[in-house]
Structures are given as structure tokens and as C-alpha cells.
């Protein structure tokens, strides 16, 4: 029999009605491309939505996706796997990728923990955009608790694929700092990232182990990233007394002939 797990943020983090949510998740996906922010979700959306509209030309070949975002509610040493058969949302079921989820499980840095997923929204908020830009792909989602970025990076390896496979890290940055030292704080993170310098601090950026773990891996294969937008709460949908900071970026393999 198989078991699913099924939304804990639907009406809370994004609209529950399917019919909202496509066209909430469409609208901010077609105004990233003209650079236009807007309501989604509510306050970090347009900027998630920046990164997915870069993946619509080459979507049809993705077919698996590698998603590790940060555990805030359940702590996990090392990465957890959720230990179901598939999630879902309300555009649909997402089936996991059990072949990748049995290699990955002979490592010693993961774990299977359903309590870690089953109100996770870090991982969960993406699916939306994913089921929105993608046709169809299986999943492996993994909670990332207190690891190494050595050990992220070594699960990235054994996941790591060709232009099949989507990698996707969920992290916001700085939390309920003033506007102005928010932005400061973030720049600063974002500096670091975009010249590949790790460890990224849990406290600059909550899933800074997963992004730290990228960076390990992204050096490695010689990826050079891109920062694609920038903002806070304050930008989007809160008031400048205490901002939550986002930002999208992109890891790319530059071609030779790239200028």
C-alpha cells in the first residue's frame, strides 16, 4: 500500500484551491520574466519565482528533482529522507524517486524521519512551482538537519546526474532584522555565495548547510553562479521593522564560448 504525504501548509504558505494556486503560480512565473513583483505568495513568491522562470526553456528534459531544504521544526542529524511513496499538493500528486532514495539511504549521514517532513514548509512550498514549470518528474526531497557540508556534498554526488536532474536548495536568508542591516547582512551573504566561499552561517541563512553543501559541490564541477534577485518581507509584502531576506540564484556550467 502506498503512502503519501499530503499538505501541511496549503491555505497557509500558498493557496489551497487548485485553481488558485495554478494561476497564482503561473502570474508570478510569467511577471519574473518582465522583472514585475506581485501577490503570491505573499512574501518570498516573485522572488522564488525569478529563479523557476529561468528553468521554462530547457524544462522538458528535467525528469527528476533533488530537493533539500532545512528541518524548522523536527531535529535530524544529517539528511532526512520522509519515508512515503509520494507528496502531495493541491495541483497533484509528486511520486518520489525510490531507486535514488535506496542509493542515497546506504550513506551513513541519512536517515528516514517521517516527523521531519510532515509539517516541514521549506521543502513543500516549492512543489507548486515545480509541478507549474516541469511536465513531469519524480522527487527526492530531503530534510537537512545537523550535517557537514562535506556530508551534503557527498549526496549531491551520488545524486548528481546530467541536464535530467534538477537540483533545487530552499533557504531564506537573514530573520527580523531592521530593512537597512537586513539588506547589508544579505548582500554579504550573497557575496559569499556568488564567490563560491562556504560555510554559509545558519544564522545569515537558515538553510546555510544545504546552500554550503552546493558551494562543496559546485566547486567541484566547476559551476560559477548567478544572482538572479534580491529582496526582503519588506520588499514584497511586510512592514521594514523586522524583514525575513530572500534571494534566487543560479549555478550554471559556463560554455567555452560563453562571453
Sequence with gaps: MSTIRTPAVAGLFYPADPRQLADDVQQMLSMARLIVPHAGYIYSGPIA???YATLQPFAARICRVVLLGPTHRVAVRGLALPGVDAF???LGRVMLDAEAARRIALLPQVTVSPQAHELEHSLEVQLPFLQSVLADFTLLPLAVGMATPDEVAEVLETLWGGDETLIVISSDLSHYLPYAIAQRVDNSTVQDILRLRQPIETDHACGGIPVSGLIVAARR?????HLLDLRNSGDTAGSHDQVVGYAALAFTEEMK???
Design 257 to 259: 564560448h560563453a562571453g
Design 88 to 90: 502531495d499538493t493541491p
Design 221 to 225: 564541477h566547476n559551476l560559477t553562479p
Design 49 to 51: 519565482a525569478t529563479a
